[in-house]
């Protein structure tokens, strides 16, 4: 089972190198859509095969909030919103790809210097945890328009979930339920901020709201 665990955790690996060097922004989302579908089978791989209720519901509730609704979400603000396609970052896409190189070869240090409390677990699933947690606070900080920002969220996010399984052999349930509804509450209040935002200064690039004044 841990071949399983280790297959979904590169592919999340290379979806985080993904969203560094796409140019757009309709990309990003189903890469986003694509690494959050991978999660929910990492829930179900994680179970060390042992399948349950509880491990088919909540594989269900992620696959269906952060494969499908999260993104929708995002592809509706994106269409409602009059502004460009493309990702317009602050750091270039080469120079994102190198930051992401660095990202993966720190995250791989940590991998090695952490040692896991849950027998079994994957070698690299805490390699894995760090490297998404940072990308995603890498996009959020290099990334001019909100809808990336959301994204970056959404995969640091990804990256404490991750890090939940190396950390705690059974997360509650209703812990899990938790997170994913106050993940979904930020989206949803993120996506009414962008439409807000292009509603009212036509564009939804963070960085041009520096130049408002009180």
Same mark, same amino acid.
Request: glycine letters at 10%.
């Given at each position: @089972?841990?071949?399983? %665990?280790?297959?979904? +955790?590169?592919?999340?690996?290379?979806?985080?190198?993904?969203?560094?060097?796409? &140019?757009?922004? %309709?990309?990003?989302?189903?890469?986003?859509?694509?690494?959050?579908?991978?999660?929910?089978?990492?829930?179900?791989?994680? &179970?060390?095969?042992?399948?349950?209720?509880? *491990?088919?519901?909540?594989? %269900?509730?992620?696959?269906?909030?952060?494969?499908? *609704?999260?993104?929708?979400?995002?592809?509706?603000?994106?269409?409602?919103?009059?502004?460009?396609?493309? #990702?317009?970052?602050?750091?270039?896409?080469?120079?994102?790809?190198?930051?992401?190189?660095?990202? !993966?070869?720190?995250?791989?240090? +940590?991998?090695?210097?952490?040692?896991?409390? %849950?027998?079994?677990?994957?070698?690299?699933?805490?390699?894995?945890?760090?490297?998404? $947690?940072?990308?995603?606070?890498?996009?959020?900080?290099?990334?001019?328009?909100?809808?990336?920002?959301?994204?970056?969220?959404?995969? @640091?996010?990804?990256? /404490?979930?991750?890090?939940?399984?190396?950390?705690?052999?059974?997360?509650p349930a209703l812990?899990e339920l938790g #997170? +994913?509804?106050?993940? $979904? *509450?930020?989206? $949803? *209040? @993120?996506? /009414?901020?962008?439409?807000?935002?292009?509603?009212? $200064?036509?564009?939804?690039?963070?960085?041009?709201?520096?130049? !408002?004044?009180?």
């Open positions: @089972m841990n071949n399983i %665990v280790d297959l979904i +955790l590169v592919f999340l690996i290379l979806s985080g190198f993904g969203l560094l060097g796409s &140019s757009r922004l %309709v990309s990003c989302i189903r890469i986003a859509a694509a690494q959050g579908t991978a999660l929910g089978f990492l829930v179900l791989a994680q &179970s060390f095969g042992v399948l349950s209720l509880r *491990v088919i519901f909540i594989t %269900v509730a992620v696959v269906v909030l952060k494969g499908f *609704v999260f993104p929708h979400l995002l592809e509706r603000a994106l269409r409602e919103s009059d502004t460009s396609r493309e #990702v317009q970052p602050f750091v270039g896409y080469v120079g994102s790809l190198v930051t992401g190189v660095i990202i !993966l070869v720190f995250s791989f240090w +940590l991998g090695l210097k952490a040692a896991l409390p %849950v027998a079994g677990a994957s070698s690299i699933i805490v390699t894995g945890a760090f490297f998404l $947690f940072l990308v995603g606070l890498f996009l959020i900080v290099a990334r001019k328009t909100a809808i990336n920002q959301v994204v970056g969220y959404l995969v @640091m996010e990804n990256g /404490i979930y991750i890090f939940g399984f190396a950390t705690v052999a059974e997360i812990v #997170v +994913l509804l106050d993940v $979904f *509450v930020a989206v $949803f *209040v @993120m996506g /009414i901020a962008i439409y807000r935002i292009n509603k009212a $200064f036509d564009h939804i690039d963070s960085d041009r709201l520096r130049s !408002l004044k009180g």
